[in-house]
T-cell receptor
Framework: DAKTTQPTSMDCAEGRAANLPCNHS???????VYWYRQIHSQGPQYIIH???NNETNEMASLIITEDRKSSTLILPHATLRDTAVYYC??????????FGTGTRLKVLA | DAGVIQSPRHEVTEMGQEVTLRCKPI?????LFWYRQTMMRGLELLIY????????DSGMPEDRFSAKMPNASFSTLKIQPSEPRDSAVYFC??????????FGNGTRLTVT
């Protein structure tokens, strides 16, 4: 499975959109982009995933570039409860997720 | 849906003792995963079961670690004997094959 690169940390003001980038330049055609987050002392939580089209659900939006080499997770109106570590994972849907170090998002009041 | 249930939430034990961690996956899920998380190594996959059968145990660190899934609703991860370097948070996750993972809230293991 392809490797991903994410910024180590980001801050976002409460109520503003949080845009979390992820680079996956070695992604192959059958690999999906998955996003999970981990709030302190809890297990990772699935957020969203996509193949090549942009996706939206009740939690977030996922924007994937046309060449699929990068993506952005958007939390449209960040709240303090969105403070967490966000993991971008590329996988063909097999069980071997590589979580990496993720982006530590801090939402500021 | 109660989600993935792990027990205990915290375990403190002395070096050399046997430790057993337990997991109840979400009903209907046919894939089960054990992960370990430490500050140094992040989240690591230890073992993966599909339909109760171990498919990949290449992440199990040593023979001291063993995992079983006697039925679709229960799995255990055992460490015998435990060592201080086994201290970590152990997560269990389940899914329908190919679908996103659902994680439990983990067991924090401290070996003194």
């Amino acid at each position: 499975d392809a490797k991903t690169t994410q910024p180590t940390s980001m801050d976002c003001a409460e109520g503003r959109a949080a845009n979390l980038p992820c680079n996956h330049s070695t992604i192959s055609g059958n690999e999906y982009v998955y996003w999970y987050r981990q709030i302190h002392s809890q297990g990772p939580q699935y957020i969203i995933h996509g193949l090549k089209n942009n996706e939206t659900n009740e939690m977030a939006s996922l924007i994937i570039t046309e060449d699929r080499k990068s993506s952005t997770l958007i939390l449209p109106h960040a709240t303090l409860r969105d403070t967490a570590v966000y993991y971008c994972i590329v996988s063909s849907g097999t069980y071997k997720y590589i979580f990496g170090t993720g982006t530590r998002l801090k939402v500021l009041a | 849906d109660a989600g993935v249930i792990q027990s205990p939430r915290h375990e403190v034990t002395e070096m050399g003792q046997e430790v057993t961690l337990r997991c109840k996956p979400i009903s209907g899920h046919n894939s089960l995963f054990w992960y370990r998380q430490t500050m140094m190594r992040g989240l690591e996959l230890l073992i993966y079961f599909n339909n109760n059968v171990p498919i990949d145990d290449s992440g199990m660190p040593e023979d001291r670690f063993s995992a079983k899934m006697p039925n679709a609703s229960f799995s255990t991860l055992k460490i015998q004997p435990s060592e201080p370097r086994d201290s970590a948070v152990y997560f269990c996750a389940s899914s329908m094959e190919g679908s996103p993972l659902h994680f439990g809230n983990g067991t924090r293991l401290t070996v003194t």
